[in-house]
Nanobody, 127 residues
Framework: QVQLVESGGGLVQAGGSLRLSCAAS?????????AGWFRQAPGKERAFVAA????????YYGTSLEGRFTISRDNAKNTVYLQMNSLKPEDTAVYYC???????????????????WGQGTQVTVSS
């Protein structure tokens, strides 16, 4: 059974940092064409955060997130990471890890194109 499990969420003050991890089981992360992070704040739609290609060469970020957030992967550890720095209260959300078998064709930000999802981890940034 394929599973994605996020960890690393929590409560942090504005300006602080967190690193989220997404571990895969049942299948190696390196077999997915694309892995990504999305987030959903209360009362809002799920939004794209970042994505990384199978070989880790290409990364993509949501609007205004590049420079503060960094996505990376360690295929040997079967894990994808999201390093979040200079956190702001508006970053508060449930963060989801996702993966898909379709290669990127410019549609990396479309959540409905991802096949596998984690259960989410809560990130709360206090002001």
């Amino acid at each position: 059974q394929v599973q994605l499990v996020e960890s690393g969420g929590g409560l942090v003050q504005a300006g602080g940092s967190l690193r989220l991890s997404c571990a895969a089981s049942g299948r190696t992360f390196s077999s997915y064409k694309l892995a990504g992070w999305f987030r959903q704040a209360p009362g809002k739609e799920r939004a794209f955060v970042a994505a990384i290609t199978q070989n880790g060469i290409f990364t993509y970020y949501g609007t205004s997130l590049e420079g503060r957030f960094t996505i990376s992967r360690d295929n040997a550890k079967n894990t994808v990471y999201l390093q979040m720095n200079s956190l702001k209260p508006e970053d508060t959300a449930v963060y989801y890890c996702a993966a898909r078998d379709l290669p990127n064709s410019g549609d990396y930000a479309l959540d409905w194109k991802y096949d596998f999802w984690g259960q989410g981890t809560q990130v709360t940034v206090s002001s």
